[in-house]
């Protein structure tokens, strides 16, 4: 598959002449969902999903199909049966011509005073990739690729090392980065080589591709 990173926390996925685009929020340039075949969603917040966004690209493209958590699928209700589909932690199905299971239930804690939201990751082909969202979810499988958050308000260092370290995956590339300049990513990126050996770290830039 194709991988190529979009801005924060989108990317597109590209195989046998289909695309998968995940998580294409507010802090997305808006050419990531032109041609796409299917859009999943991890969850609701705006730097993740735009609903105004997804239902244009629906109405431009009779064919796209959505996989997301139940909150998001109400949120999208009115564009046709099939079209829109809910799942949740532990359900498989074939999105574009990826196979993907869904794992994880809810977002990480932001604080106590908020209500948390449902949050679910995506692990894509028998685990050659897995894009977790808003979360520290163990698939408890082998991981290839780790589409690995490189910074929120809600997560620290410690939490984001640790988290790579328990997946165990072989190779990781930037996430949920926006907040960051160029210096806070290469500083988030140095620490890899030390905090987590074995783990083949790199930080792609906007537009970028890469195979895997």
């Known amino acids: 598959m194709r ?6 926390a989108a990317v597109r996925l590209e195989k046998d002449g289909q695309t998968l685009v995940i998580d ?3 802090l997305t340039e808006p050419e990531a969902l032109d041609g796409a075949d299917a859009v999943l969603v991890t969850h609701e917040h705006y730097d ?9 690209a629906a109405e431009v493209n009779p064919g796209l ?14 564009l046709g049966a099939g079209r829109v589909n809910a799942v949740t932690h532990g359900d498989t199905f074939t999105a574009a011509g990826f196979e993907v299971e869904a794992h994880g239930q809810w ?5 106590p005073e908020l209500p948390n939201s449902r949050n679910i ?4 082909d028998d685990g050659k990739l897995f894009y977790p969202g808003d979360a520290f979810t163990l ?3 082998k991981i290839d690729t780790l589409l690995l958050l490189s910074h ?15 997946v165990g995956a072989s190779r990781a590339f930037n996430t949920h980065d926006a907040l960051l300049s160029d210096a806070g990513r290469a500083i988030v990126g140095g620490f890899f080589d030390t905090l987590v050996p074995g783990l083949a770290y790199a930080k792609l830039a906007i537009g970028e591709s890469v195979e895997i």
Do not use: M
């Open 24 to 26: 294409p929020g507010a």
């Open 107 to 111: 977002h990480a804690p932001i604080h």
């Open 3 to 8: 991988l190529t990173k979009f801005g924060h």
């Open 152 to 166: 929120a308000p809600w997560a620290n260092s410690t939490q984001i090392f640790d988290y790579a370290r328990a």
């Open 139 to 141: 698939p408890e499988r």
């Open 65 to 78: 199909r959505i996989w997301t958590n139940p909150d998001v699928a109400k949120q999208l209700d009115g």
């Open 48 to 56: 993740h999903f735009v609903e105004e966004n997804l239902r244009a």
């Open 121 to 124: 990751g995506f692990v894509l």
